[in-house]
């Protein structure tokens, strides 16, 4: 059976390219890297939100922890920030989160027609590939990107992916975003971090002024700092797995 590869690189256009049994969804900066971090480290379960209220109904009815952020801003009344930073055993272990954030959870709002929903980032990224080598299905991988549109972090962790799955699992692929995405990570590959903070200035303002995320900034670029894949077992609710 062929195994075909897409990289959609913005939520908004997700509507436009075909559909597959798996999907990746991907938002380094920062929700799919908080969440793969909050799994690994003990959280029973991550459940994803378009909307701020319900991950506090959610808290005020079943203690959930609930996490996010509106603009990189904190949310009102939530525990803590979009951060993985934050996600350590001590304040994670044995609970189940909540998560509303500007990117992350508003593209997992838009995805449809899937079979299997996947999260990916730096921190899994081999426990990823080895999945969807396994799996032997073809696949999307969904950018969150940043305000609906392209980022380059997530377009680089893209190519790099699919650069993985063309030469060692026999992916092949025919869309140009792909290409795209493959150009992408060979420019950055030697040092993605730095290859970001060059190309997106905007991105480098907000990290120098901001110490928090500066600190999620240099968390999230690290390689296979976890072994296990979050997966959606029921709607919009994430658990780790191998």
Do not use: W
């Not at 509106?70 to 951060?83: A, C, L, P, Q, T």
């Not at 930073?85 to 994670?92: G, I």
């Not at 795209?180 to 120098?208: C, D, M, Q, R, T």
């Not at 110490?211 to 296990?228: G, H, K």
């Amino acid at each position: 059976m062929t195994k075909s590869i897409d990289i959609v690189i913005a939520p908004d256009l997700y509507r436009f390219h075909s559909k597959h049994t798996n999907v990746v969804l991907v938002d380094i900066l920062r929700f799919t890297s908080t969440m793969t971090t909050a799994l690994a480290n003990g959280a029973k379960s991550v459940e994803t939100y378009a909307d701020e209220e319900t991950p506090k109904k959610l808290k005020a009815e079943k203690n959930y922890i609930i996490c996010g952020e509106y603009k990189g801003m904190d949310i009102e009344g939530y525990d803590f920030n979009n951060s993985p930073v934050s996600m350590t055993k001590e304040n994670v272990a044995g609970r189940n989160l909540a998560f509303c954030t500007t990117n992350g959870t508003y593209t997992r709002s838009v995805i449809y027609d899937y079979g299997t929903i996947l999260a990916g980032s730096f921190l899994n990224f081999s426990a990823l590939c080895n999945r969807l080598s396994n799996d032997g299905q073809s696949i999307t991988i969904v950018c969150s990107g940043s305000a609906r549109r392209p980022a380059t972090e997530d377009i680089i962790f893209a190519g790099q992916v699919a650069d993985y799955l063309i030469k060692n699992s026999g992916f092949t692929y025919m869309e140009e975003s792909v290409s795209i995405a493959l150009n992408l990570y060979n420019l950055a590959k030697n040092n993605p971090k730095e290859f970001v903070l060059k190309s997106a200035p905007g991105k480098k303002i907000i990290i120098e002024s901001n110490p928090r995320y500066a600190e999620d900034f240099e968390f999230v670029f690290q390689t296979d700092l976890f072994d296990i894949v979050p997966e959606e077992t029921s709607a919009l609710k994430f658990e780790a797995r191998k």
